[in-house]
Structure formats: structure tokens, C-alpha cells
């Protein structure tokens, strides 16, 4: 025998033992360790030549339990429950078997964790959106911000392909490029829709693959004033519509004195008007789909609102199919688009008529705060502003208990028809000098 294969093993050390064990012709003894080696006496044991007690072919792990049984454990691909399996047979036997098995997880059962290719990051968004219940005209929206996000990406973060290798600090640089360049709190709240889209809609189909949905942490909504025209700008906005724009004034009656939002307003169809209740009802259209599920209701409308419609309906030359009253000087349907360009050149010709730049500086969507003002200051309670404006109730009460039928909320088109009461009571100030408080309901 090879007497060099029976010499126990040395440790190598840096402190200079080593150099020591050669020039003494013995190693230290606290280097050394028992001899592991399988032969004993000169002869190989048994135990050298055992089996191998675990190894992995594919998905398919295989450990040997005793002398003769095997354990086989792999991941469902459809269930993706682990599976445990024992048999009896040879290692050549077993790994044909665990072959075999792999071969059919593999074959037409799905992917297995870790070997499937996620979709790419383009392609996620675009599935999501496409799967989403909103509106064409919001998943257009929606796409827009998608893409920008995307461009961001492929320049700060080329490397990330899809949402697998998508980093919870990503997304927080991203709010914080917006913040820091001054974007809005909306803003940067619709900038991210998509992406929360995406990456849950990742999450859910791909949970082994794809992290959960990280918490969203924006900056701290800045405090608002609440903001609206007083009684007097109103009769002054309406009067100059009526001469100047007649095809925005009804519309614009609809959001200052009705408290319907910019797009019911636009939307409103000659059917959804019931001239001989004077009823109005604002639902879903095709071009428009209600804000929440509070949004659609059926409200009583003011006797000069109804005659105002009724005007639009008499001059309306061309009726759409789908009914629309109002329409562009082109007979297009109104947009969002076209709708705030319309505006804003006629804010600019009135502050240059009325010398009165808050007109330039409330927006039209503010008409529907006016709404609220108005209708606070006159004593309407607070729940049937809300249910005529179509707010959400906001209470346990609201939403499941209280009820609230159309004669209740003639209380608010009544109280509206004497709007012009508050116009000489409007100085600004109560009786002891105190600012008059707004209370206006937040779009």
C-alpha cells in the first residue's frame, strides 16, 4: 500500500506553520484533523462504492431513503403543489422514471417556476389595459401614461425587460423625477395607473415570478382653498355665454346650476331628458362612462335649465344617431380636448370684456363648486347636495340605509331657481365681519 495515502490530512495556515512542518519533518498538532478517507487497512471499504443518495434530473429531485426506496419530489406545474413520490428500484430504474416524469411536466402542462420567459414590460401594460373595464377614451389615457413610463425605462433602467426584474426603488425614483419637476398630486397619481395596472396583473398571473405590488408612497396632498365664482360672476358668465356662445351656455347651465361634471354635462342625449317631469337623467353613454356608481341618478332640473335645453333641442338641425344635444360648430361630438381649447379662448375674451381675471383663473370645472356654494348657502342639506350631484355618500348611512327619493331632491332645483338672492347679500362678509365659509363637495 501507498503509505502517502494513509498520512492524515494538514490544514494549509498562514502563520507559518507550514514552513515549520517542513523544517522540523512534523506538522503542529493543532492542524491536524482525523483522516476521512474510506479505506481502512489498506483495503477500500464498501461505503466508498455506495450509491449517490441525492441528485436532480430536470424538475424531478431524487434522494435515496434506504437501501432500496427512492423519494421523488417536483412542483406540479398546473397546481404548483409540491409533489412527493417513493419507489422501489434501481438508480439506472429511477432515473428513467424521473425522466419520464419531467418530460411530462415539461410537455404541454405549462411552465415550471423559474423556466418560464415573462412577457415583456411593452406587453404586460398593453394586456392589462386592454383587460381593464374602462372606456376606449380612458385606455387611451391610461396608454398614454403607460408610454411615457416605458421611455423613462429604456433610458434610466435598459436593463429591466419585464416586471420580474422590476425594483420597488425604481418606481420610487420615477414619483420622485415628477415630484421634483414640479408635477401635480394628480399628475403623478394618473402617471402611475398603469403602472399599478401592470404590475398587479403581473403579480397575479405570474405570483413565482413577479413580486407583489409595492406600497405607493407619494408626497402628502397639498392643502387647497376651495375655490368657486360667487352669484354674481355666474349671472355675469351666463349672460355673456348666452350672447356670445350659445352652444356652451346650456352646458354650462347644466354644471353651475345641475352640478354635473364637465363630460356629463357634454354628454347629456335628448332621450335622457324628460321635458314633461322636467327630469334629467345622467348615465352611461357611448362616449361617456359615469365617474363612480353614485354617479348615475335622476335629478329634477331648474324651470330655466329646462327651457335652456329645450332651446338646444329646437335649434339642433342635425340629430345623431345616438342622440347627443350638443356638438361642435363642426357637428362633431364634443372631447375633452376640444371642449377645454373652446374655453379658453372665451375665458380670454371675457377677462378682456369684464376686466375680471378670476374668470381666467377658476377653471369651468369649477362651475360644479359653485354649484355646491350655492346651494350650501341656501340651506339645502349637505346629503342632497351630494345625491344630486351623483358624490358618493361617503357613510355607512348614505350608502346602505338612507334613501333618498326625486321629492326630496326638488328641495335643491327649488332652491336653485332663486339663485339670484345671493347676489345682494354678497359682500364677502357675515354680520360680526367674519369670511362667508365655502362648502363645496371636491370633484
Same mark, same amino acid.
Request: with cysteine.
Given at each position: 500500500?501507498?503509505?502517502?495515502?494513509? +498520512? %492524515? +490530512?494538514?490544514?494549509?495556515?498562514?502563520?507559518?506553520?507550514? +514552513?515549520?512542518? $517542513?523544517?522540523?519533518?512534523?506538522?503542529?498538532?493543532? @492542524?491536524? $484533523? &482525523?483522516?476521512?478517507? *474510506?479505506?481502512?487497512?489498506? #483495503?477500500?471499504?464498501?461505503?466508498?462504492? /455506495?450509491?449517490?443518495?441525492?441528485?436532480?434530473?430536470?424538475?424531478?429531485?431524487?434522494?435515496?431513503?434506504?437501501?432500496?426506496?427512492?423519494?421523488?419530489?417536483?412542483?406540479?406545474?398546473?397546481?404548483?403543489?409540491?409533489?412527493?413520490?417513493?419507489?422501489?428500484?434501481?438508480?439506472?430504474?429511477?432515473?428513467?422514471?424521473?425522466?419520464?416524469?419531467?418530460?411530462?411536466?415539461?410537455?404541454?402542462?405549462?411552465?415550471? %417556476?423559474?423556466?418560464?420567459? @415573462?412577457?415583456?414590460?411593452?406587453?404586460?401594460?398593453? +394586456?392589462?389595459?386592454?383587460?381593464?373595464?374602462?372606456?376606449?377614451?380612458?385606455?387611451?389615457?391610461?396608454?398614454?401614461?403607460?408610454?411615457?413610463?416605458? #421611455?423613462?425605462?429604456?433610458?434610466?433602467?435598459?436593463?429591466?425587460?419585464?416586471?420580474?426584474?422590476?425594483?420597488?426603488?425604481?418606481?420610487?425614483?420615477?414619483?420622485?423625477?415628477?415630484?421634483?419637476?414640479?408635477?401635480?398630486?394628480?399628475?403623478?397619481?394618473?402617471?402611475?395607473?398603469? =403602472?399599478?395596472?401592470?404590475?398587479?396583473?403581473?403579480?397575479?398571473?405570474? &405570483?413565482?415570478?413577479?413580486?407583489? @405590488? &409595492?406600497?405607493?408612497?407619494? /408626497?402628502?396632498? %397639498?392643502?387647497?382653498?376651495?375655490?368657486?365664482?360667487?352669484?354674481?360672476?355666474?349671472?355675469?358668465?351666463?349672460?355673456?355665454?348666452?350672447?356670445?356662445?350659445?352652444?356652451?351656455?346650456?352646458?354650462?347651465?347644466?354644471?353651475?346650476?345641475?352640478?354635473?361634471? =364637465?363630460?356629463?354635462? =357634454?354628454?347629456? $342625449?335628448?332621450?335622457?331628458?324628460?321635458?314633461?317631469?322636467?327630469?334629467?337623467?345622467? !348615465?352611461?353613454?357611448?362616449?361617456?362612462?359615469?365617474?363612480?356608481?353614485?354617479?348615475?341618478?335622476?335629478?329634477?332640473? *331648474?324651470?330655466?335649465?329646462?327651457?335652456?335645453?329645450?332651446?338646444?333641442?329646437?335649434?339642433?338641425?342635425?340629430?345623431?344617431?345616438?342622440?347627443?344635444?350638443?356638438?361642435?360648430?363642426?357637428?362633431?361630438?364634443?372631447?375633452?380636448?376640444?371642449?377645454?381649447?373652446?374655453?379658453?379662448?372665451?375665458?380670454?375674451?371675457? =377677462?378682456?370684456?369684464? /376686466?375680471? *381675471?378670476?374668470?381666467? #383663473?377658476?377653471? %369651468?370645472?369649477?362651475?360644479?363648486?359653485?354649484?355646491?356654494?350655492?346651494?350650501?348657502?341656501?340651506?339645502?342639506?349637505?346629503?342632497?347636495?351630494?345625491?344630486?350631484?351623483?358624490?358618493?355618500?361617503?357613510?355607512?348611512?348614505?350608502?346602505?340605509?338612507?334613501?333618498?327619493?326625486?321629492?326630496? @331632491? $326638488?328641495?335643491?332645483?327649488?332652491?336653485?331657481?332663486?339663485? /339670484?338672492?345671493?347676489?345682494?347679500?354678497?359682500?364677502?362678509? !357675515?354680520?360680526?365681519?367674519?369670511?362667508?365659509?365655502?362648502?363645496?363637495?371636491?370633484?
Amino acid at each position: 500500500m501507498n503509505k502517502r495515502l494513509a +498520512e %492524515p +490530512e494538514r490544514i494549509p495556515d498562514s502563520s507559518g506553520h507550514r +514552513e515549520q512542518e $517542513r523544517m522540523n519533518g512534523a506538522a503542529a498538532p493543532h @492542524l491536524i $484533523r &482525523p483522516c476521512n478517507h *474510506p479505506w481502512k487497512g489498506g #483495503e477500500i471499504s464498501m461505503a466508498a462504492l /455506495k450509491t449517490t443518495t441525492s441528485f436532480k434530473i430536470g424538475c424531478i429531485t431524487i434522494k435515496l431513503v434506504d437501501s432500496e426506496r427512492w423519494e421523488l419530489r417536483w412542483t406540479d406545474p398546473s397546481t404548483r403543489l409540491q409533489v412527493k413520490k417513493r419507489i422501489k428500484g434501481t438508480q439506472t430504474e429511477v432515473s428513467q422514471i424521473a425522466s419520464h416524469l419531467n418530460s411530462e411536466c415539461l410537455a404541454g402542462r405549462g411552465y415550471l %417556476p423559474g423556466q418560464r420567459k @415573462l412577457p415583456t414590460l411593452k406587453d404586460t401594460l398593453a +394586456e392589462a389595459i386592454r383587460l381593464s373595464r374602462g372606456s376606449d377614451k380612458h385606455k387611451i389615457e391610461v396608454g398614454y401614461w403607460g408610454g411615457r413610463w416605458l #421611455e423613462w425605462m429604456t433610458l434610466r433602467h435598459p436593463k429591466v425587460k419585464d416586471f420580474g426584474a422590476l425594483k420597488p426603488y425604481m418606481l420610487t425614483d420615477y414619483i420622485r423625477l415628477m415630484e421634483d419637476g414640479g408635477k401635480a398630486h394628480d399628475t403623478v397619481r394618473l402617471a402611475l395607473v398603469p =403602472v399599478k395596472m401592470a404590475w398587479r396583473f403581473a403579480h397575479e398571473n405570474y &405570483p413565482d415570478e413577479v413580486r407583489p @405590488l &409595492p406600497k405607493i408612497r407619494q /408626497k402628502a396632498r %397639498p392643502r387647497r382653498e376651495i375655490i368657486s365664482l360667487e352669484a354674481g360672476e355666474i349671472e355675469t358668465l351666463m349672460d355673456w355665454l348666452q350672447e356670445k356662445a350659445p352652444d356652451i351656455h346650456p352646458i354650462a347651465l347644466l354644471q353651475a346650476f345641475c352640478g354635473l361634471r =364637465v363630460l356629463e354635462a =357634454v354628454s347629456v $342625449r335628448r332621450q335622457d331628458i324628460d321635458l314633461q317631469r322636467g327630469l334629467l337623467r345622467v !348615465t352611461d353613454t357611448e362616449r361617456h362612462r359615469l365617474k363612480n356608481a353614485g354617479s348615475e341618478r335622476t335629478i329634477p332640473l *331648474p324651470a330655466f335649465v329646462l327651457s335652456a335645453l329645450v332651446k338646444a333641442m329646437d335649434l339642433q338641425r342635425v340629430i345623431p344617431a345616438d342622440g347627443s344635444l350638443f356638438q361642435t360648430t363642426s357637428r362633431k361630438p364634443w372631447t375633452k380636448a376640444s371642449l377645454q381649447s373652446r374655453w379658453r379662448r372665451l375665458r380670454q375674451s371675457l =377677462v378682456h370684456e369684464t /376686466k375680471n *381675471p378670476r374668470f381666467m #383663473e377658476i377653471p %369651468p370645472r369649477k362651475l360644479r363648486s359653485s354649484f355646491a356654494t350655492m346651494a350650501s348657502r341656501m340651506g339645502v342639506p349637505d346629503r342632497l347636495i351630494k345625491k344630486y350631484m351623483g358624490h358618493a355618500a361617503g357613510d355607512i348611512l348614505g350608502t346602505h340605509y338612507r334613501a333618498i327619493d326625486r321629492d326630496e @331632491l $326638488r328641495q335643491v332645483s327649488s332652491a336653485i331657481e332663486s339663485w /339670484k338672492t345671493l347676489i345682494s347679500s354678497e359682500s364677502g362678509l !357675515t354680520d360680526s365681519g367674519t369670511p362667508l365659509l365655502k362648502i363645496a363637495v371636491s370633484d
